[in-house]
């Protein structure tokens, strides 16, 4: 039975920052074991429906070693990675030093519940973050989304979802039990909820596209 993948890979939807990441020995780089499991099959999913995008916000990029990847996978777009944990900024700057990818920028200091910058985007990259979270990030991430992409936007996240109210597996069951009790106000999202609130902040659903490990890519345009 494949287990999720996410109790080391803790992005940071506000302050909250990781703390299961490895440190890389001799910088400031943090390692995520889970990034190695699931970038290339999630940048599989993005070359399609970013093909068109020019400028992407990722959301809570945590080590950085996302953002990484898929600059470097899909080099056609303006990648800009963000966190709201200094810890977290400190090692996408390292990554990014390293790589020395000309489509990648500096990462910003964003809290999806405090005020946004400003940062033009046709696409907005959230992953493993709505389920790390309280339900009130999703709301307010739903609501940037709806006011900030323009006409045919594209807003990607990526984690595990209970669907009609009911787990995918027995191991996103344990998994959210695990999350809960974490946090009581984090917890795998029921993937119709979800769909609303980004239909109430002018959102579509585009496409569901199943994942290993139970979880989703779930993509929704303006």
Known sequence: MATPELPDDLPSATSQSSQQDVEVAHSQRLASPAVARNRDVILDVLRDVLAARRQVLELAS?????????AHGLPHLEWQ?????????????????????????????????A??????CDALVAINLIHISPWRVTSELMLQAGRRLPKDGVLYLYGPYKRGGQHTAPSNEGFDVQLKSRNPLWGVRDLEAVIEEAER???????VVEMPANNLSVVFRC
């Open 62 to 70: 945590g080590s950085g070693e996302h953002a990484v990847h898929f």
């Open 81 to 113: 990675p963000s966190d709201a944990s200094p810890r977290a900024l400190e090692s996408i700057a390292d990554w990014r030093a390293e790589a020395a990818l000309p489509n990648l920028k500096a990462p910003i200091t964003l809290d999806v519940q």
């Open 201 to 207: 902040n002018g959102l579509r659903l585009d496409k």
């Open 115 to 120: 005020e946004w910058p400003e940062v033009a």
